[in-house]
């Protein structure tokens, strides 16, 4: 776009040729943006008033919510405007701004994601490390230098893109200032515009996916070694909500990238472009809400922990001691029906309930070591709280009861 002095608005692609259907198209994308602003503005609320949602798996969801509303608030209501004033223009600047702005945000989020799949891999595969590895100065240099990494592969992009000459007209088959719709209308024949930037750009998400994938394998054989299937059903769920996010993302990016140019038609390029760019922002919150006991408390109270409510700790204490139980540990300071009863040590010395020390997990193999039942450990809360195992070998191990 360096002839600018010409080329002053762009002609977006209309929904509809009817006002009728423009209208419909009006409506169903404002259902569909109320309910993004909606889920994520209820999101942010919550982690950010209710003191009991303190850990990073919250810290980090609070900061998708974020993405995800400035990624659907870039397109749609542009989108929206024009369809209710029967228009296609949308100025040159407002073009440029959609050309940064939206890279920048889903690769921000991409970003995020892998970071997520690492606080997942932690907490499930390393929990005695957790709050080493994933204190809160480290849980703000991740989600700093995820925003850090999709701004300078949003600078990137615009820069290549803003900077070819135009020869084919100012009209966009794509409802928003898509960049490949751009470069459509390009003059340049450079192979280094059209191959070099996108192959460093696949080359990141190649290498954030396999790190995803990998994180996930650790973390599916981890949880394969809890001994108990309650605890790996709540390991699992935990979990859940992030690969159906990642899976959702990947695979409404990899359409349009994988879609041969035989079938490519505006048509079927507006639906693609809708899928990855409208859906994902619109769903997550449900995806993350929908099994988060937590979160759902916190969203239908509407407001932060009061002075004479349970505090944040003592609010997980019962439901961590009931995690505890799957894996045969007792929480100190949990209520008196809830502590595990005293058992009888391979040695036959009776164990303290009261002080969270490490009991018998199984009895049919008794020359199990307290290291390999260590590597069972398993939470997903954070409190303030410090649960201790005793091991005749190792002493006292703090248990971070967090994720």
């Given at each position: 776009m360096s002839n600018s002095s010409s080329t002053t608005q762009f002609l977006l692609l209309a929904f509809a040729d009817t006002q009728d259907l423009q209208l419909l198209h009006f409506w169903l994308f404002l259902g569909i943006y109320l309910a993004a602003l909606l889920g994520n503005g209820l999101i942010i609320t919550a982690v950010a008033c209710d003191h009991r949602l303190r850990s990073p798996m919250y810290f980090f969801l609070l900061n998708l919510s974020v993405?995800?509303?400035?990624?659907?608030?870039?397109?749609?209501?542009?989108?929206?405007?024009?369809?209710?004033?029967?228009?296609?223009?949308?100025?040159?600047?407002?073009?440029?701004?959609?050309?940064?702005?939206?890279?920048?945000?889903?690769?921000?989020?991409?970003?995020?994601?892998?970071?997520?799949?690492?606080?997942?891999?932690?907490?499930?595969?390393?929990?005695?490390?957790?709050?080493?590895?994933?204190?809160?100065?480290?849980?703000?240099?991740?989600a700093a230098a995820a925003w850090g990494s999709g701004f300078l592969t949003a600078v990137l992009h615009t820069a290549n893109t803003l900077t070819i000459p135009l020869c084919h007209g100012n009209a966009l088959d794509q409802f928003f200032c898509e960049i490949p719709q751009i470069l459509k209308l390009s003059c340049s024949h450079s192979y280094v515009r059209y191959f070099a930037v996108p192959v460093v750009s696949f080359c990141l998400v190649f290498g954030c996916f396999v790190f995803i994938m990998l994180s996930y394998v650790q973390i599916f054989r981890a949880v394969l070694r809890i001994p108990?299937?309650?605890?790996?059903?709540?390991?699992?769920?935990?979990?859940?909500?992030?690969?159906?996010?990642?899976?959702?993302?990947?695979?409404?990016?990899?359409v349009p990238c994988l879609k041969p140019p035989s079938i490519s038609?505006?048509?079927?390029?507006?639906?693609?472009?809708?899928?990855?760019?409208?859906?994902?922002?619109?769903?997550?919150?449900?995806?993350?809400?929908?099994?988060?006991?937590?979160?759902?408390?916190s969203i239908r109270k509407g407001r932060g922990h009061p002075p004479g409510e349970e505090s944040g700790a003592a609010w997980r204490a019962r439901d961590i001691c009931m995690d505890c139980r799957f894996l045969g540990w007792s929480l100190p300071g949990a209520p008196q029906s809830e502590r595990l009863p005293k058992v009888e040590?391979?040695?036959?010395?009776?164990?303290?309930?009261?002080?969270?020390?490490?009991?018998?997990?199984?009895?049919?193999?008794?020359?199990?070591?307290?290291s390999n039942r260590q590597q069972h450990l398993y939470s997903h809360h954070t409190t303030s709280s410090t649960c201790t195992a005793t091991s005749s070998t190792a002493g006292p191990i703090p248990f971070p009861l967090s994720a």
């Open positions: 993405l995800d509303l400035g990624s659907i608030s870039t397109t749609v209501p542009k989108s929206m405007a024009n369809s209710l004033w029967d228009t296609r223009a949308i100025s040159y600047a407002g073009c440029a701004a959609q050309v940064f702005l939206f890279p920048f945000l889903m690769s921000a989020e991409f970003y995020l994601l892998t970071v997520m799949a690492y606080d997942r891999y932690v907490a499930i595969c390393k929990p005695l490390h957790y709050r080493t590895l994933l204190g809160i100065r480290a849980c703000v240099h991740m108990s299937e309650q605890g790996q059903h709540k390991a699992f769920s935990t979990c859940l909500p992030h690969l159906t996010v990642v899976s959702l993302f990947i695979s409404t990016i990899m038609s505006p048509s079927l390029d507006l639906v693609v472009a809708v899928l990855y760019s409208v859906v994902p922002p619109a769903v997550n919150p449900l995806i993350y809400s929908m099994r988060n006991q937590e979160l759902k408390e040590s391979t040695q036959g010395k009776a164990l303290n309930p009261g002080v969270c020390k490490e009991t018998k997990m199984d009895t049919a193999n008794p020359t199990q070591t307290s």
